[in-house]
């Protein structure tokens, strides 16, 4: 026995001073806390990019060949990109702390045989707890008595309903949390009842503590966005460092000076850089991450906006995540009865056609239909027996009213409160003589009450046929009838019915005060209850479908309750469509359960084990999970996961911080809009890149070539330098900045692993790269006459415009000529006024000028230049309007 095992006394608990031993072997009773990232870290993996150590490389060259000024410039980028990402991050992660608010609660304990309280953190194995109604569970506990209770679990094991618990039970082995019915698990709340428990686990061993020693295992893994800029760093390198040699090797042999091939080899190495391109990428992220707050979804990491757009699967909770987490009547049915509840915000509609103030109660004269009247009847009576055995209490009045209790006992007050009943004053003017309490053994309730001057009634509500077990009569067409044999199997099969839909199913009777409520009451009804799908779900479920993206219910709760769910909610294509029980799991291997989820919709009785265990099959497919959660049970799973989403909330704290993004008013729907966000980000990404790798190729072309001409180096470092951080950089952070393109959430998501830029937009890139480049050296050629420092004055100004002008070949799919298109992102005009504008202010201020080297080009000279870098812009806008339309850039 546990007690005997435990070595302790039900009566006298344990001393004071076996407890202080105690403590000293299991430590306090804490669950596991993951700090948070502190700021220096934060700040040191702005530094960790590959382009970013290619810039330092760059800086340090910069400094030893004896150009300061070009070194402290590209400095100065790297402390303006790490800050901007370290100030970012820094503020999500003040804004996730102050969602998160640990609480210390006291319990209720036996030792040296008094009661007394304590704080949770001090219990040991061993100790007596005693809990009641409304009390968060302290600890693991067996239970030594039970009286009514009842305990919701739902952030353990994702129930929606409370579990009722009982002490007299002998338990096999492996069960599932939700069947452990002689057990609570810290963490958990009694909804009803009392009882008393020895406590088994503290801390790190309980449950939930297991759950946390298991999210730490889990180790945080790099988002697609951080892999393919880090695989774009890489080739960068070796590109940068072949054309680099190439061009030193041939300049060396031609007998040019190494001085001179140093300051070409370094030019290179800063035209082959983005520098621009840490920065518009953060600057990205972060307008993504402001989008998302204000859509409600708050985003911890900044690389995980875009991972959002790369998400080809969604894990989902079904409690308070596809539903609204409250219990609704949305069915009542007598023998020769039965109507649908719907539900418009806090009023319920009969169907078919039956108003509220057609009830008798609410219409004493009642002008109706005989039929319906008869009916009604019958619907009255069921209202009664649910106003009569509710436990539910009402504090406040008006828009403060608030229901508290049991979650079905306030979701039947509710029901008859929307259709026009007044249940507190019902029971007000009620006495009530008698109650029966709910217990596991009866499975039902009873009470025995009367109207003022009236005779008290037997009111029942229960299982069904537990209920039926003790009627032997029935409510038919407003009047009682023999309950034979074939009523009663027609009632035991709508039972049925109605539970294969997911509702959780009451039978209600009524009885003669004289009566037994073991025998002899009238059956009058059955009432069906659901916790409905949230508001936004079915149309956010048809988005994801559109947008190709699968839907997986992962569930701790009943499979029938989990596939109807499911089914309400748009997510079960077709009845064919496999729902699997949680315990199948685990008789297949890794292998084998990744064909299984290739079909599965729904996965109910899902242990926090197993939501681990799918996460990762999904993720060895090849899939970009997102996994949504707000119970404890979720946390490893939310951190595995590509992208983990939980509740703010309801949300336990230890999932808030396994998670990468925080929905903050809890909808499906917000994950829809954060998809969409992520989506128009990573499209944007796309087009920067494609913009700004198209422009530093140019740069690198147009220093190779003249380098194997043999010509002087038409770009200097410095005047590189102020391209790609003016000439690139504004136009890049207008392209960061472009609104969503129309039909993006009817694509495909783009295959995981995937490059960021596919191959014939490479090919497009190196065809404008070539333009630009050509254009470039033309102008170049034609200023040679004049001077190398001013050749490389036109070359430089040919090559600004050039880039300016690109912006509209990198802006999407079609021409930016028509005046819609060109209008659609006033942050593009802005961009292409401003780059212009400091590209000539570099000209017209004196000591900018002489650190650039420039000249002042002639009036036919500007006119050379502007046609020149005109056709680049000119060609690209042709080649779209006349392309197929289907084509991307």
Avoid at 12 to 27: D, I, M
Avoid at 789 to 796: C, G, I, Q, R, V
Wanted: glycine share 8%; charged share 20%; aromatic share 4%.
């Amino acid at each position: 026995m546990v007690v005997q095992r435990l070595r302790t006394d039900p009566d006298q608990g344990l001393s004071e001073a076996e407890v202080a031993e105690r403590r000293r072997s299991y430590g306090r009773n804490e669950l596991p806390v993951t700090p948070p990232r502190p700021w220096w870290v934060i700040l040191q993996e702005q530094f960790r990019s590959l382009v970013i150590a290619l810039l330092a490389a760059a800086a340090v060259v910069a400094w030893w060949v004896g150009e300061p000024l070009d070194a402290l410039a590209i400095t100065a980028v790297l402390v303006i990109n790490a800050t901007f990402g370290f100030v970012t991050e820094l503020r999500a992660r003040q804004a996730i702390q102050s969602l998160s608010a640990l609480e210390a609660p006291d319990a209720v304990v036996v030792r040296d045989g008094k009661r007394r309280t304590v704080e949770a953190g001090l219990l040991v194995p061993g100790d007596i707890v005693a809990i009641e109604e409304g009390e968060a569970v302290p600890a693991d506990l067996r239970l030594l008595e039970s009286r009514g209770l009842q305990v919701m679990e739902a952030a353990l094991t994702g129930e929606s309903v409370p579990t009722v618990k009982r002490h007299d039970e002998e338990l096999e082995p492996g069960l599932p949390l939700s069947e452990r019915v002689t057990v609570l698990h810290q963490g958990t709340v009694v909804v009803s009842g009392s009882g008393l428990g020895v406590v088994t686990q503290t801390g790190e061993a309980s449950e939930v503590g297991r759950i946390g020693l298991m999210l730490r295992e889990v180790q945080d893994e790099a988002t697609p966005l951080e892999v393919r800029l880090d695989q774009l760093g890489r080739k960068l390198i070796v590109l940068t460092l072949a054309v680099t040699v190439l061009v030193v090797v041939i300049g060396v042999l031609r007998g040019a000076p190494w001085a001179l091939m140093i300051e070409t080899g370094l030019a290179l190495a800063v035209a082959a850089v983005p520098e621009g391109l840490p920065a518009v990428a953060t600057v990205a992220l972060a307008v993504g991450l402001r989008r998302m707050a204000l859509r409600n979804a708050l985003v911890r990491r900044l690389p995980s906006v875009e991972t959002l757009g790369s998400v080809t699967v969604i894990c989902t909770d079904k409690t308070g995540t596809l539903t609204t987490g409250h219990m609704q009547v949305v069915r009542a049915e007598g023998l020769t009865s039965a109507f649908d509840v719907a539900w418009e915000g806090g009023t319920a509609r009969l169907e078919p056609g039956v108003a509220p103030d057609a009830l008798p109660e609410a219409n004493p004269s009642g002008a109706m239909d005989p039929d319906s009247s008869r009916q009604l009847i019958e619907l009255e009576a069921i209202l009664e027996v649910s106003t009569v055995v509710n436990r539910s209490r009402c504090e406040g009045s008006g828009p403060t009213e608030e229901i508290l209790g049991d979650p079905t006992d306030v979701a039947l007050w509710k029901w008859a409160q929307a259709l026009g009943r007044r249940p507190s004053s019902k029971r007000d003017r009620m006495v009530v003589e008698r109650e029966i309490p709910f217990t596991s053994e009866r499975m039902l309730a009873a009470a025995l009450a009367a109207e003022p001057a009236a005779e008290p009634r037997w009111y029942v509500k229960g299982a069904p046929e537990r209920v039926l077990d003790r009627c032997d009569r029935v409510l038919a067409d407003g009047r009682e009838i023999e309950l034979d044999d074939d009523a009663r199997a027609t009632l035991l099969g709508r039972n049925e019915r109605l539970a294969e839909q997911g509702l959780r199913v009451l039978g209600c009777a009524v009885g003669d005060g004289s009566s037994s409520v073991a025998g002899g009451l009238t059956f009058v009804g059955l009432v069906g209850l659901l916790d409905p799908p949230a508001p936004g779900v079915e149309a956010t479920a048809r988005v994801f479908a559109d947008a190709g993206i699968r839907t997986l219910v992962i569930t701790g709760d009943q499979l029938p309750t989990a596939r109807a769910v499911a089914r309400s909610a748009g997510l079960v294509p077709s009845e064919r469509s496999l729902a699997i029980d949680g315990a199948q799991l685990s008789e297949h291997d890794d292998r084998e359960l990744q064909g299984l989820l290739e079909e599965a919709v729904v996965l109910a009785r899902v242990a926090p084990a197993d939501k681990l265990r799918v996460v990762d099959a999904l993720r060895r497919s090849g899939q970009v999970v997102a996994m949504l959660g707000d119970g404890v049970n979720d946390a490893a799973a939310l951190k595995r996961a590509d992208v983990g989403v939980a509740m703010g909330k309801r949300g336990a704290d230890v999932a808030k911080e396994a998670a990468d993004m925080i929905l903050l008013d809890d909808r499906f729907a917000t994950v829809g809009a954060a998809i969409e966000e992520g989506r128009v980000i990573f499209e944007n990404i796309r087009k920067f890149i494609y913009y700004l790798f198209s422009c530093n190729l140019a740069e690198v072309l147009v220093i190779l070539v003249a380098g194997v001409a043999g010509w002087p180096t038409p770009l200097l470092p410095l005047q590189i330098l102020w391209l790609n951080l003016v000439t690139d950089t504004v136009p890049a952070l207008a392209l960061a900045l472009e609104p969503a393109e129309v039909g993006i959430m009817s694509r495909r998501p783009r295959p995981p692993g995937s490059a960021i830029l596919e191959r014939r937009e490479i090919f497009s890139l190196l065809g404008f790269a070539w333009l630009i480049a050509l254009v470039t050296l033309a102008a170049f050629v034609i200023g040679l006459p004049s001077g190398a420092a001013h050749a490389s004055t036109l070359a430089f100004f040919t090559l600004a415009f050039a880039q300016i002008l690109h912006l509209g070949n990198a802006r999407g799919v079609g021409a930016v000529l028509s005046p819609t298109r060109m209008l659609a992102s006033r942050w593009a005009l802005i961009a292409v006024v401003a780059a212009g504008s400091l590209q000539l202010l570099a000209l017209g201020v004196g000591g900018l000028a002489a650190a650039l080297r420039l000249t002042v080009p002639s009036s036919s000279e500007w006119l050379v230049i502007g046609g020149l870098a005109s056709i680049p812009a000119v060609l690209g806008q042709l080649w779209k309007v006349f392309r197929t339309p289907s084509d991307r850039l």
